[in-house]
T-cell receptor
Framework: DTGVSQDPRHKITKRGQNVTFRCDPISEHNRLYWYRQTLGQGPEFLTYFQNEAQLEKSRLLSDRFSAERPKGSFSTLEIQRTEQGDSAMYLC?????????????FGPGTRLTVT | AQSVAQPEDQVNVAEGNPLTVKCTYSVSGNPYLFWYVQYPNRGLQFLLKYITGDNLVKGSYGFEAEFNKSQTSFHLKKPSALVSDSALYFCAGRPRGGNTPLVFGKGTRLSVIA
């Protein structure tokens, strides 16, 4: 399968715990994006990478959130001291810069439930 | 600020009838516009995009979309709906220049009734 993959698909955690999600983009794609989607809403941008450089962060991304893409391939999104408001679907997408509109291809998402 | 609006939360259509899912945008310049579909417990799947040129864009699964600059709209259409088209549809857009993040609408749930 050559699409975007995310792991885990589901995560249930207790408030205050730390969680980490992984995203593996399409191999030749140099851009990688993280979005958050809550029920009844469209995805909201969190952050994105060009290769290993983090180029933009949304103000939605509080200090408890950190993302990395250390070798310009896979990326991790960590949430520290989780809160119930962090419960959402976390989506990863990738694209190839310089190919017209650079449409983004999405992974299946990681559904986080904070109890 | 850039924004995309989908005025209908739900669209119901009978199988075999034409369908339209509406989208309007407020994106600077000549935008790139996209439609994605989301099935339950799955990520978003790319359907089609508008870059430039022909205002009628054809995409996957028989879907097409019409770009209307004067009305700032990008409505999704299909001549004959299938029950399997039932899903959540998202319109998205971004300004030209660089792979800037997409701005999404809230989504429209399409139900095709047999």
């Amino acid at each position: 399968d050559t699409g975007v993959s995310q792991d885990p698909r589901h995560k249930i955690t207790k408030r205050g715990q730390n969680v980490t999600f992984r995203c593996d983009p399409i191999s030749e794609h140099n851009r990688l994006y993280w979005y958050r989607q809550t029920l009844g809403q469209g995805p909201e941008f969190l952050t994105y990478f060009q290769n290993e450089a983090q180029l933009e962060k949304s103000r939605l991304l509080s200090d408890r959130f950190s993302a990395e893409r250390p070798k310009g391939s896979f990326s991790t999104l960590e949430i520290q001291r989780t809160e119930q408001g962090d419960s959402a679907m976390y989506l990863c997408a990738s694209s190839l810069e310089g190919t017209g509109a650079g449409e983004q291809y999405f992974g299946p998402g990681t559904r986080l439930t904070v109890t | 600020a850039q924004s995309v609006a989908q005025p209908e939360d739900q669209v119901n259509v009978a199988e075999g009838n034409p369908l339209t899912v509406k989208c309007t945008y407020s994106v600077s310049g000549n935008p790139y516009l996209f439609w994605y579909v989301q099935y339950p417990n799955r990520g978003l799947q790319f359907l089609l995009k508008y870059i430039t040129g022909d205002n009628l864009v054809k995409g996957s699964y028989g879907f097409e979309a019409e770009f209307n600059k004067s009305q700032t709209s990008f409505h999704l259409k299909k001549p004959s709906a299938l029950v399997s088209d039932s899903a959540l549809y998202f319109c998205a857009g971004r300004p030209r220049g660089g792979n800037t993040p997409l701005v999404f609408g809230k989504g429209t749930r399409l139900s095709v009734i047999a």
